[in-house]
């Protein structure tokens, strides 16, 4: 019996502060509903807390991306809707100028509005945008990066979104060329009396000078969507009697043709045959390949598309538009021959551009949209002319093609706009997969923490009772002194 030293009252003291210890660690963890306040509570559970909810705000940004691209695919999408109804129009008014009805004044009529409706294609794509993004105007479309030497004579048409990057190998034998008459002596040193027609087009000379003739085939050449070169490089409107004449169609390819008969007084005045001349397409040969993949090729007029073996694409136009020079060839922006332009040539695709969504919380978690450039000339409508029977037919085959490329363009974006719809939903999962785990390390069990608080209560109630009568023991021992 010792009253030096209460190890009793030590004992429970001790006792007591861990039972304080418990109790504020419960009170804390119920006043903030965590599990885990200071990393000394779990280490390892704060480092993965602490990712899980970095993780979590990755994908509640992720998820407002997927609405924001979803927003630029309707955006997009809409003006389509409108594009693909001028092309409907378009499409009836080639129907109408297709018929004998018309008269050439009502033909004209007929084009105006055409062409207003194609003025019309271009600018709803220069004004639809979105946060100042041109959606179709070129910005949002996939790129290709040419050698030096070609910048000029080839550019990019399309690359579809799978493609790769890398460089695509081909060889060209020959560019595509338009349909050409070409007169031999016009001689209109007599009045000209006679008919000449022109793809269907038939015009009625009643002793009429050379520049009548001129402009008559001028208006008539108009109508039918041809165009005119003078020898020398003259204009039609100032034609020096005698000169040769060219005769050729807007775009190069099989598919142009240009037929011509007449009296023939008529044809001998203005120098030309009877009979019909038909373009060519571009010649590439067969060996095409994409990093080191060989490609199918295929041509229509100048527009060469390379296609793999999963239909995959890319088009790549050669640029054949000069006008014809004095010997009536065709040249490239080089001086050499379209006939004869053959080049080895290697085109290096850099990149997709596009509009890149990141719809993941970590890198290389994004979607890239590529959408088209849709003009009337990526449509291939941008020189249809409605001017002549002829021309109404060949604008109605080309306003379908329009119509289809469209077609698949949409079609891409409603994709696009699937995939933003999935990739909402399954990030909305996940936000809940991850709270749920996050939740089972950090936060509190509040039933727990409540059963040990009370616990602890308890404890300390009963410490401090016998607290209290090992204090009163050395106090007991002076009676003994007594």
């Known amino acids: 019996m010792r009253i030096n030293t209460n190890t009793a009252s030590l004992s429970a003291y001790t006792n007591m502060l861990k039972v304080s210890r418990d109790i504020n660690a419960s009170t804390r963890k119920l006043a903030s509903g965590h599990r885990i306040g200071s990393a000394a509570d779990d280490p390892a559970g704060m480092a993965v807390s602490i990712k899980l909810k970095r993780q979590l705000l990755g994908i509640e940004k992720a998820g407002r991306n997927a609405a924001d691209g979803a927003s630029i695919v309707q955006t997009a999408e809409g003006a389509l809707q409108e594009v693909h109804d001028m092309l409907g129009r378009i499409k009836e008014l080639t129907v109408q100028a297709a018929n004998d009805s018309n008269t050439p004044d009502d033909r004209l009529k007929i084009q105006d509005e055409i062409a207003s409706l194609l003025r019309e294609i271009d600018a709803i794509a220069d004004r639809t945008e979105y946060n100042g993004i041109k959606l179709l105007g070129g910005a949002a479309r996939g790129f290709a990066s040419f050698e030096p030497a070609d910048k000029e004579n080839l550019r990019a048409w399309y690359v579809s979104d799978a493609f790769g990057a890398g460089t695509l190998t081909y060889e060209i034998e020959s560019a595509g060329e338009p349909a050409m008459a070409v007169s031999s002596a016009p001689d209109f040193s007599a009045p000209v009396s006679g008919r000449l027609t022109i793809n269907g087009e038939t015009v009625v000379f009643g002793g009429a000078s050379a520049d009548e003739c001129a402009l008559a085939l001028s208006e008539t050449a108009d109508r039918l969507g041809l165009r005119i070169a003078v020898e020398g490089g003259g204009a039609l409107s100032d034609y020096p009697g005698g000169s040769k004449l060219a005769l050729y169609t807007a775009g190069a390819g099989s598919g142009e043709t240009i037929e011509i008969s007449g009296d023939a007084s008529v044809l001998a005045a203005f120098g030309f045959s009877a009979g019909s ?41 050669i640029n054949v538009n000069g006008a014809p020079d004095g010997g009536f060839e065709f040249t490239l922006p080089d001086g050499a021959k379209a006939a004869d332009y053959a080049k080895t ?21 994004e979607l890239n949209m590529r959408i088209p450039p849709v003009t009337a000339e990526w449509l291939g409508v941008a020189d249809i002319n409605a001017g002549s029977v002829y021309g109404a037919a060949r604008a109605n085959l080309a306003v379908e ?41 950090f936060d509190a069990d509040i039933a727990l923490e409540m059963t040990r608080l009370a616990s602890a209560n308890i404890i300390s109630q009963a410490g401090m009772a016998i607290l209290a009568q090992a204090n009163q023991r050395p106090a007991q021992m002076l009676q003994l002194l007594d």
Do not use: C, W
């Open 345 to 365: 040539t290697n085109v290096r695709i850099e990149g997709f551009g596009g509009v890149t969504i990141q719809v993941g919380p970590d890198q290389n978690m």
């Open 401 to 441: 093609r329009a119509i289809t490329r469209l077609s698949a363009a949409r079609g891409r974006l409603g994709a696009y706009e699937n995939r933003m719809t999935h990739i909402s939903e399954s990030l909305d999962v996940s936000y809940d997969n991850t709270s749920e785990a996050r939740s089972r390390i």
């Open 277 to 317: 001349a038909r373009g060519t397409d571009a010649k590439v040969k067969q060996n095409a390949k994409m990093n080191g993949e060989p490609l199918a090729v295929r041509t229509e007029g100048n527009l060469v598309t390379f296609t793999r073996t999963d239909g995959e694409r890319a088009e790549i136009y």
